[in-house]
């Protein structure tokens, strides 16, 4: 299962850790995922989508259906 939000389709970003003595080493940036379960009210069903904290704050402004409705312009099946 890929580390990749459903709707935005963003993942992961990379950087460094630094020690003390400043070495770097690669490390990973993981979105705050979270699996969530909308309610659709115009097609009278639920779907469970894996969304950032980030994506979520945008379905509570917005609306879950003109999300969707944006996701599946931008060519996200949904």
Do not use: C, W
Not at 54 to 66: F, P, R, W
Not at 69 to 77: F, H, L, Y
């Amino acid at each position: 299962m890929a580390r990749r939000d459903d709707l935005t389709g963003e993942g992961p970003q990379v950087g460094n850790n630094s020690s003390f003595s400043n070495n770097k080493t690669k490390r990973r940036f993981h979105k705050n995922l979270q699996k969530k379960r909308f309610y659709i009210p115009q097609e009278d069903r639920y779907i469970t989508l894996k969304v950032s904290a980030k994506t979520l704050k945008t379905i509570n402004k917005n609306g879950i259906q003109e999300v969707l409705k944006e996701a599946r312009r931008q060519g996200i099946d949904v």
